[in-house]
């Protein structure tokens, strides 16, 4: 089993930025393809960024230009800046991880885009 623990949610003003960061306790993590995925409120999850064991990234058309996603293998994390934040960027973002050993998630995190 492996546990993600994601942090660095809150609330910001349009225009604002934020740094959410997830961590997986485990040795493998550099063997780990990573994403955010994220709810917007009365909405389906949909999957905003992704970065594979290998470090090749790919971006949702909404967060392109505006969201990094990056990871840091000895750190067994991976983060995603959030500039030029927009009311519709408001959700719960979730943090995925998968392996060969299965398709892990953690407890989610909310960012609130709001004057």
């Known amino acids: 089993q492996v546990h993600l623990v994601e942090s660095g949610g809150g609330l910001v003003q349009p225009g604002g930025s934020l740094r959410l960061s997830c961590s997986a306790f485990?040795?493998?993590?550099?063997?780990?393809?990573m994403e955010w995925h994220r709810q917007p409120p009365g909405k389906q999850r949909e999957v905003v960024a992704g970065?594979?064991?290998?470090?090749?990234?790919n971006y949702d058309d909404s967060v392109k230009g505006r969201f990094t996603i990056s990871r840091d293998n000895a750190k067994g994390t991976v983060y995603l800046q959030m500039n030029s934040l927009k009311p519709e960027d408001t959700a719960v973002y979730y943090c995925?991880?998968?392996?060969?050993?299965?398709?892990?998630w953690g407890q989610g995190v909310q960012v609130t885009v709001s004057s």
């Open positions: 995925n991880a998968r392996h060969s050993s299965g398709d892990y």
């Open positions: 485990v040795d493998i993590f550099k063997f780990f393809d």
């Open positions: 970065i594979s064991r290998g470090d090749i990234t």
